[in-house]
């Protein structure tokens, strides 16, 4: 079979690869995604809501933020609710910075429609089934469309093919690989993991907003957040058994849940039709490294967090952004120093997100196994991080975004 050819092949139509393309385009370099699922199904894949605001600002200069100014929201504060009362954490009073509120998937059809408007290909229905040669100078993917087999050679490989994949397992073969070659340098693939006892129970609602801003919600009975899609359509959440069936979640019941959990003075949550259920499970995840021989992940493929702290779809447009500048600088410029650093890089502010998205996690949900001490010191928890300004701005300068580059600047 003949190889095509390119400088990066990308495996992934979702934010980390979109945002990679983008990028490369907009450098001048050729790349080619292979998404395995439909452009309709990857352009209505309800997740993630709250944009960094760095993030923002990337997709602003790139010529994608159009959209999002004109339909999203701009949050200059969120609110934690606990003992019935609301506590707001003022971003912009603390960090000059705010974040916007516009749907994962309304990001991935700017990214997509952007994409394309540069005349850049990405092939949908495209499952990559290898990637093969990764510690060589061609890599190639091997990948299936239309029931034939087809390969790709490139550069480099950058695997966005979020948590299941075949960009991890790849690279832990690359680095076993070199390993059994000898090489001095090479170490293998170290995963770190942590389940939660709990999920969240997400709704879409034909509702509008009742809040301005979102309100994270601390309750006996289980975490609630109220958050928002537009004026009209609500999305709220609540923590829900790790196998909880949606079956046991007639809508009644699910309002009469979170009426409760986000019940504070002069609060009454408006009911309506709900659009869409579903449960999604917390996870944290990191493997370690992000990067062997001409193979690189991003995003999802290499990291997981509960989404507690709005990182998940923020994390993969930063090691996006990170990865786009050190191929730059690699394939345009012959500087690798980027490239030899990407994984440090990125798992530096990786290992920050993992400890923000854990800490807002434990804090925020009832843990079944928690003695009186445990439940006391998340109420100390949440007292301290609401009252104490350093407290405050620990919180706000943590969701608005670290910096995108890290140390790197
Ligand atoms: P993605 O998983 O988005 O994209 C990977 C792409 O690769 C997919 O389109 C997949 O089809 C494709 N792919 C995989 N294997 C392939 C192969 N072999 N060949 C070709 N293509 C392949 N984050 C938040 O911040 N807040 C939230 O509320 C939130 N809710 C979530 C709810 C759910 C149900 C899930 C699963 C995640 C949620 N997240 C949330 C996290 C989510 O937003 C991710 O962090 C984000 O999608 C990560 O983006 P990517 O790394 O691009 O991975
Ligand atoms: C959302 O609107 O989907 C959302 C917002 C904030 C979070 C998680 C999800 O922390």
Redesign the pocket.
């Not at 997740?47 to 709250?50: K, L, M, P, Q, T």
């Not at 709005?310 to 993969?316: D, E, F, P, S, T």
């Given at each position: 079979m003949t190889a095509r050819q390119t400088r990066v092949g990308i495996?992934?139509?979702?934010?980390?690869?979109l945002a990679l393309a983008l990028l490369l385009e907009r450098a001048g370099i050729e790349s080619v995604v292979?998404?395995?699922?439909t452009r309709e199904y990857?352009e209505n894949r309800i997740?993630?809501?709250?944009l960094e605001y760095e993030v923002a600002e990337l997709l602003r200069a790139n010529g994608v933020g159009a959209r999002m100014d004109r339909e999203g929201f701009r949050h200059a504060g969120t609110n934690l609710l606990f003992d019935g009362a609301l506590h707001h954490i003022d971003f912009a009073a603390l960090t000059g910075k705010h974040v916007m509120l516009y749907s994962?998937h309304e990001v991935v059809r700017d990214l997509i429609a952007a994409r394309l408007a540069q005349g850049g290909e990405i092939r949908f229905g495209?499952?990559?089934?290898e990637i093969a040669a990764i510690g060589g100078p061609r890599p190639v993917l091997h990948?299936r469309e239309a029931g034939g087999e087809r390969a790709l050679a490139c550069e480099i490989v950058a695997a966005?093919?979020?948590?299941?994949?075949?960009g991890r397992a790849a690279l832990a073969g690359a680095l076993t690989g070199a390993m059994d070659a000898g090489a001095l340098d090479a170490g293998g693939m170290e995963s770190f993991d942590r389940a939660y006892p709990f999920a969240w129970l997400g709704i879409l609602a034909a509702v509008p907003p009742a809040k301005e801003e979102l309100v994270y919600a601390s309750h006996a009975e289980g975490f609630a957040l109220l958050s928002m899609r537009s004026a009209t359509v609500s999305r709220l959440y609540l923590q829900c058994a790790p196998d909880e069936l949606l079956s046991a979640w007639p809508d009644g019941r699910i309002w009469e849940a979170l009426a409760r959990r986000l019940a504070h003075p002069g609060f009454t949550l408006p009911t309506g039709p709900i659009l869409q259920k579903?449960v999604?499970p917390m996870r944290s995840f990191v493997s370690e490294p992000m990067q062997a021989g001409r193979l690189f992940l991003?995003?999802?493929?290499a990291h997981i967090v509960p989404?507690t702290g709005?990182?998940?779809?923020?994390?993969?447009v930063a090691d996006a952004a990170v990865l786009a500048r050190a191929l730059v600088r690699a394939l345009r410029d012959g500087d690798e120093r980027g490239l030899a650093g990407y994984s440090a890089t990125c798992l530096d502010r990786i290992w920050k997100i993992e400890r923000f998205s854990w800490w807002m996690t434990a804090m925020m949900h009832r843990f079944a196994d928690h003695s009186a001490f445990d439940r006391r010191m998340q109420h100390a928890e949440l007292e301290y991080y609401t009252s104490s300004l350093a407290g405050r701005t620990a919180l706000a300068e943590n969701y608005v975004g670290l910096p995108l580059y890290g140390e790197e600047g």
């Open positions: 495996i992934g139509a979702g934010p980390a690869g292979l998404e395995r699922h990857v997740r993630a809501g709250i994962q495209a499952e990559v089934a990948w966005c093919d979020g948590f299941h994949g075949v579903s999604t991003a995003g999802d493929a989404p709005a990182k998940g779809l923020n994390a993969a």
